[in-house]
């Protein structure tokens, strides 16, 4: 994650590339700033707490972190996490712009769901850095990351993955490049 990034590509007109559903991700966006401050304040604490557990504690995030700091992706929490405000049917994502991982503070309610979050998306991140995955315009490079982060997250059935795919592509990853509903 350390490696220079290349520059996104631009959305053509009227495509959608999934940033509605992580509002915050939006530069028009502004800052919190509303009555909610204070849950908003409880949300985020939570998420990072569950973050810094899932990180410490989760056999699968540690073999990942592991591995890319052995391929020169060193992952650091501050500046490779974000705890967000999302549509209520999304989890988490990747964000490929900015090589961030999404975690979606108002979805994410359960360390269980975290650990499996935390490790889908880190084995997106695992894939950008290493194999400079495509995400916007090659399907195959999308698709084997998304596998590949079913298969080895343990987060969700083929079925569920299935239901993403239909969701949207774009949906599901270009924001992130990230992960719907679960
Ligand atoms: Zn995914």
Not at 39 to 55: D, E, G, P
Not at 61 to 82: E, I, N, P, W
Not at 109 to 119: A, L
Request: overall charge positive.
């Amino acid at each position: 994650m350390d490696r220079s990034e290349p520059p996104p590509p631009k959305p053509a007109k009227g495509e959608d590339f999934g940033y509605r559903l992580f509002p915050e991700r939006r530069s028009e966006a502004k800052p919190q700033r509303s009555f909610l401050a204070t849950s908003l304040f409880t949300y985020n604490h939570k998420c990072q707490v569950m973050l810094k557990i899932a990180l410490d504690r989760s056999p699968y995030a540690q073999l990942l972190l592991d591995a890319m700091k052995q391929s020169g992706c060193t992952v650091s929490k501050d500046r490779h996490f974000a705890c967000e405000e999302c549509d209520r049917c999304v989890g988490g994502g990747f964000d490929s712009a900015t090589s961030q991982i999404v975690l979606c503070q108002n979805n994410i309610h359960q360390q269980s769901h975290m650990n499996r979050v935390v490790t889908h998306e880190l084995i997106h991140a695992f894939d950008h850095c290493r194999a400079h995955v495509d995400w916007f315009s090659n399907v195959k490079h999308l698709a084997c990351s998304e596998i590949r982060a079913a298969n080895l997250s343990g987060d969700c059935s083929l079925i569920n993955e299935m239901t993403r795919f239909k969701f949207g592509l774009k949906q599901h990853h270009q924001v992130k490049k990230t992960v719907p509903c679960r």
